[in-house]
């Protein structure tokens, strides 16, 4: 091995390029090796191509409501599976093209290559040792399917191989209802294909409170079949794919496995590290700094399953670059002339993480914000509630479905966090999140202004119905603007 390099980064996805970011402004002595397509994950077959088929398909969708506002004609229109497929594929080309100008330009410190871990200070790519200060491990994740399941060859889909179909159906299986799963499954229901759903978790899209998940299962049951419960088990028969869960059966064209993802962190190496691994064989990672014990080695994104989010992913990957490159320009650590171009902490730095935040684009969007029910104390908690079926702006665009709660401490006031399945959830949860980070208290957000009319004044309602609850409820101020009471009606909240 030659002189080592400050750090090598595994994994040119979201944490990767956000690692590297901040690595090439302090070094120029890095590798950064990707095996696989470049273009990450997000762009090439995750957030980006997900959102671009469930817009198409709430555009297909809107005409049940047609109708309703008096517009005519909506039953002349159809969804032409393969054109909507093959625009999805060119905006993702868009936007795979976009992320690859991050590592374009690199030269020789991009490399394509399966890389292992073989110490603290070591990495093999292909065959090749490279001795390094430190390393950034962003390798990601992948769908998991059922080894059996391989052998319905092709229509067994994941969002891996979905979006690459010439078209689909018109029979699909999605199975899991987790963020991804009940995603997809509403989508393709809206666009005309016949979807069966199953799902052994209750919690569907990864709501833990119990009221909004029974909203949201009622509300999905209008759109697909869906079965919880019991797990699923595939068969050939003659036509297809026989998909049973306890007594329910359907035969399919396709199925989706949704069941999660994997991190790729077997056969990595990480063995070699010398910390202890848990039974998934994932070391102890501390979320403030990324670091994997006190080693010169940091693990950020979906590989750590933390928080298998982009914008987590992003920070992780910048957290770790920071850090790693601590680690690598100490004094005791870099040659006498390292080219450090702007100063590096001699530690790795401790960072504030952001309030929890996930969003679901289904519709009504689920979303969840800072603490879940699930985390709550009750006998410390209060939630405020509304439901958007009487909620004007709602009621006006036809989208008035679903509820949102907020939770509040009682003693103080304090907003602890929200879940919502609501419309337009994911403008709303970002409202709470700055609120729950700002660590506001219901009162304080009552203060705030809101305008009329919009879907606010629904979150608004949640927080008179908090307000009601919190143990100063009966001396609350008369003092300011928040305690200024709804009108008591439906039209002009
Ligand atoms: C369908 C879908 C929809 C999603 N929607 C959203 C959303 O709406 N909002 C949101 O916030 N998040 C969403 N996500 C999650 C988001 O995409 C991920 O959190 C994010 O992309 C993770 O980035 P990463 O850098 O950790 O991993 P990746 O982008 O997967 O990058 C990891 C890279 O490492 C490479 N690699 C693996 N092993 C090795 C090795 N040994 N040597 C070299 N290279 C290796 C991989 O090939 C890959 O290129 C979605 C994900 C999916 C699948």
């Given amino acids: 091995m030659s002189q080592p390099l400050d750090t090598l980064i595994i994994g040119a996805g979201t944490a990767g390029l956000a690692a590297l970011r901040e690595v090439r402004k302090r070094t120029d002595r890095y590798l950064i090796v990707n095996e696989g397509p470049w273009g990450t994950t997000c762009a090439r077959v995750g957030c980006m191509p997900s959102k671009a088929l469930i817009e198409a398909a709430n555009a297909f969708h809107r005409r049940h409501a047609f109708e309703t506002f008096g517009l005519r004609g909506a039953e002349g229109l159809t969804a ?50 490279y001795a390094t200060r430190s390393i950034i491990i962003a390798t990601g994740s992948r769908p998991r399917v059922p080894d059996e399941w391989l052998a319905f060859g092709d229509r067994i ?9 010439p078209t689909l159906g018109p029979r699909v299986a999605v199975i899991g209802m987790g963020v991804i799963g009940v995603e997809i499954a509403q989508a393709l229901a809206r666009l005309g294909i016949e979807v069966a759903a199953f799902t052994t978790s209750p919690h569907l899209a990864g709501l833990k ?18 079965h919880t419960g019991a797990p699923a088990e595939l068969r050939e028969v003659p036509g297809g794919i026989e998909v049973s869960s306890g007594p329910n059966r359907v035969v399919v064209d396709q199925v989706i496995a949704a ?18 691994l848990d039974k998934r064989g994932m070391p102890a990672v501390n979320p403030q700094t990324q670091q994997i014990g006190d080693l010169p080695v940091f693990l950020a994104g979906d590989a750590n399953t933390h928080a298998p989010l982009l914008h987590e992913a992003a920070d992780e990957g910048h957290i770790a670059g920071i850090n790693a490159m601590a680690c690598a320009l100490t004094p005791a650590a870099a040659p006498a002339a390292a080219p450090a171009a702007i100063p590096t902490p001699p530690t790795p730095t401790r960072f504030q993480r952001r309030t ?22 009750s006998a410390h908690t209060v939630t405020g509630t509304v439901r958007f079926t009487n909620q004007g702006r709602a009621r006006a665009a036809q989208r008035n479905r679903g509820a949102l709660h907020v939770y509040a401490d009682r003693a103080t006031g304090r907003l602890q966090g929200a879940e919502m399945c609501a419309p337009a959830a994911e403008h709303l949860a970002h409202l709470l999140a700055l609120a729950v980070q700002q660590k ?15 879907l606010e004044e ?27 009471p709804a009108l008591g009606v439906p039209a002009l909240e």
């Fill in 80 to 129: 032409d599976i393969a054109a909507v497929l093959q625009r999805v594929r060119a905006l993702r080309d868009q936007f795979v093209a976009g992320a690859l100008q991050a590592t374009d330009t690199l030269g020789a410190a991009r490399m394509a290559g399966r890389a292992t871990v073989l110490g603290p200070n070591a990495v093999d790519i292909d065959g090749t040792p």
């Fill in 157 to 165: 889909l994941t969002t891996d191989t979905l979006f690459e179909q």
């Fill in 209 to 226: 409170d119990p009221t909004l998940n029974a909203e949201l299962a009622a509300l999905l049951k209008e759109e697909m079949l869906l």
């Fill in 259 to 276: 069941m999660g993802r994997v991190p790729n962190i077997e056969h990595l190496g990480l063995e070699t590290l010398g910390v202890p």
């Fill in 356 to 377: 929890p935040l996930a969003i679901v684009f289904c519709d009504p969007q689920v979303a969840m914000v800072g603490k879940r029910l699930a985390d709550l104390d």
């Fill in 440 to 454: 506001l208290t219901v009162h304080d957000l009552l203060g705030m202004p809101f305008y009329h009319p919009v």
């Fill in 458 to 484: 629904g979150l608004r309602t949640a927080l008179r119905d908090a307000a009601r609850q919190l143990a100063d409820a009966a001396n609350a101020p008369e003092s300011d603007l928040a305690s200024c």
